[in-house]
């Protein structure tokens, strides 16, 4: 889709709407067939041969994970995308691709999702790729670590998780490319709607769709959007190794993503509402939001996010807290929902020692700034106020010793 069109618009329009025979369906169908044939053998040997364009074997390509790709490549402005079955499977399928033909070494940003830092440990290293962390907003270490390292692939987060950090995505990009890596950035986070990595330099994109762009819950899925130069690499590896998205998924994704924009600028406006919030409470010390003015990368939060757009996931400290007085905080929750995940329409709340952060030593953890009264807000697309009320009589329940058990979840009465 043309370049000018508007990120808004290519949400409800790009991918969908083929002409299949005489018809063009207004959405693109659910096709389930693992296969496809043709008119005659001539015709399916050309597009075995891939010298016409066509579907044989959903393993391949298949339409309802094509419309997706098509709609994906366009948010992020990338040449083409590979859906797939999970965010995990979709950063794993990216970092092959980024290291088929370069030195087998990565180096990482420190602060990454905790199971793609499992990822690195536990998968990659022992099958032989040296792996370093970075902190990524230290540009200077970057630049050493590039340095010493000499990767064949970094590996960052727009925004980081749970902290929140912002690194210098277009200096990251020009450091990588000027040592032969290739970038590759999860971008699950900021959305298309905040940051467009491929347009600040890097090569590889990858988003959980389980998250912002679905958006509501209900689907599990993962997409890489690729620059022209990886694209055939990409593809060729998941024809042989089988990452992708059933169609059921896609289709969900899809009718999800057609008003990811729209969700996403109600819930970075509710986040920074909450933020400004929970600020001015005393049971809190520090909120950890890219809105704040004290943040420690405003400078480059005002260079790389638009204003006004910080995200919708805001992080914060109960004062003196414990595991103990976070799960009397997260058990008063009425409205809030304490599941694991981020990014849905509705607010959830999640507890990093617990849950992504569950496997780092406490001490590691005190060393990251995930201390144990810390909990991570994704906030949703619900009134604001409501959000709040909600956090307000919880920290109430929490401080008077009051549980659960007394009041019914808010989905049963309203
Ligand atoms: C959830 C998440 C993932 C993993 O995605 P899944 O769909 O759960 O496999 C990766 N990166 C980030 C930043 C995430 O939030």
Redesign the pocket.
């Known amino acids: 889709m043309e370049k000018k069109v508007k990120i808004h618009t290519k949400a409800v329009h790009a991918g969908d709407r083929k002409k299949t025979g005489r018809h063009i369906p207004i959405t693109t169908p659910i096709h389930t067939a693992s296969s496809f044939f043709y008119e005659d053998m001539e015709m399916l040997d050309r597009v075995f041969g891939r010298e016409e364009a066509g579907f044989n074997y959903s393993r391949y390509d298949n339409p309802s994970n094509a419309a997706l790709e098509e709609l994906c490549a366009s948010l992020e402005g990338g040449h083409g995308a590979l859906a797939c079955s999970?965010?995990?499977?979709a950063?794993h399928v990216a970092l092959l691709t980024a290291l088929a033909d370069r030195r087998k070494s990565l180096v990482a940003a420190d602060a990454l999702?905790g199971?793609?830092v499992g990822m690195l440990m536990n998968v990659l290293e022992p099958m032989g790729v040296a792996v370093r962390f970075v902190d990524i907003c230290d540009l200077p270490a970057v630049e050493k670590a590039i340095a010493e390292q000499k990767p064949g692939c970094v590996l960052m987060?727009t925004i980081s998780?749970p902290l929140l950090r912002v690194g210098q995505m277009d200096r990251v990009a020009q450091l990588s490319k000027a040592a032969g890596a290739a970038l590759v950035v999860?971008n699950?986070?900021a959305t298309p709607l905040l940051v467009r990595p491929l347009e600040l330099g890097a090569n590889l994109v990858?988003h959980?769709?389980?998250?912002f762009l679905a958006g509501h819950g209900d689907v599990?899925?993962?997409v890489i959007i690729s620059d022209q130069d990886h694209y055939e690499g990409l593809r060729a590896l998941a024809r042989t190794v089988g990452p992708v998205l059933g169609p059921f998924e896609s289709y969900l994704a899809m009718r999800g993503i057609k008003t990811f924009a729209l969700r996403m600028e109600r819930q970075c406006s509710n986040a920074s509402v909450v933020s400004s919030w929970l600020t001015s409470r005393p049971e809190i010390d520090r909120v950890h939001f890219p809105g704040n003015a004290g943040h420690p990368d405003a400078s480059t939060i005002r260079r790389m996010l638009p204003a006004g757009l910080h995200g919708a996931i805001v992080t914060f400290e109960l004062k003196g807290a414990g595991r103990t007085e976070v799960f009397r905080f997260m058990n008063a929750l009425r409205l809030v929902v304490p599941a694991t995940?981020?990014g849905d329409v509705h607010s959830m709340m999640l507890y990093p020692s617990m849950s992504s952060h569950r496997e780092i030593s406490p001490k590691q953890r005190e060393r990251m700034g995930i201390r144990d009264g810390l909990v991570r807000l994704s906030v949703g697309i619900e009134a604001a106020e409501d959000i709040i009320a909600d956090l307000e009589q919880a920290l109430l329940a929490a401080r008077t010793g009051s549980t659960k058990s007394a009041k019914p979840a808010l989905a049963e009465t309203c």
Not at 86 to 89: A, F, K, L, N
Not at 208 to 211: F, H, N, V
């Open positions: 999970s965010g995990m499977g950063i999702y199971a793609s987060e998780n999860d699950t986070f990858v959980s769709l389980t998250k599990l899925g993962g995940s981020l």
